[in-house]
């Protein structure tokens, strides 16, 4: 590929990160201006996530949800721990096994961060109809999608 070729073509991924960058500046702004504690938009989905869980969440099972290293992930977890959004309860008398439970701050906390994720996505998406939302989400999902299988494409490729 030409470097012209380069130049002259619209970059799916560095828009996607720039959308990214933008909504999750957005919204801290909208925390911010709330007088809410956060340090991450990612706390917010995590927190959103286990608000809604019926079944018990500990964090070994986060990684495939999330799709963060598991670093990352116990980083996270940590500052939502500090920050008393969570708490870790011991399950079945074993120490190492330890069930993520979601404070009254953290639910308090939910409620504000999903208040404003949906205010600047309303805002994001507004003069926007439904049917081009709908297709800009399965269009975005066939990407995640192409994204998460391009490790094995390069195997494949080298294969052959």
Request: net charge negative.
């Amino acid at each position: 590929m030409s470097t012209k070729e380069f130049d002259n073509r619209t970059h799916v991924g560095f828009m996607c990160g720039c959308i990214e960058r933008e909504v999750k500046k957005a919204i801290n702004r909208g925390m911010k201006e709330a007088d809410a504690c956060i340090s991450s938009t990612k706390q917010g989905w995590i927190i959103g996530y286990f608000v809604r869980q019926t079944e018990p969440i500990f964090q070994k099972d986060l990684e495939d949800v999330f799709h963060f290293p598991k670093s990352t992930l116990a980083d996270i977890i940590q500052t939502l721990e500090k920050d008393g959004l969570i708490t870790k309860v011991p399950v079945d008398g074993d120490g190492r096994k330890k069930q993520i439970v979601v404070t009254e701050k953290g639910h308090e906390f939910n409620q504000e961060i999903e208040t404003q994720i949906m205010e600047v996505e309303n805002y994001i998406t507004k003069d926007i109809s439904d049917e081009e939302l709908d297709m800009v989400i399965k269009v975005l999902d066939k990407m995640q999608k192409n994204a998460k299988d391009y490790k094995s494409y390069i195997k494949l490729k080298k294969e052959d």
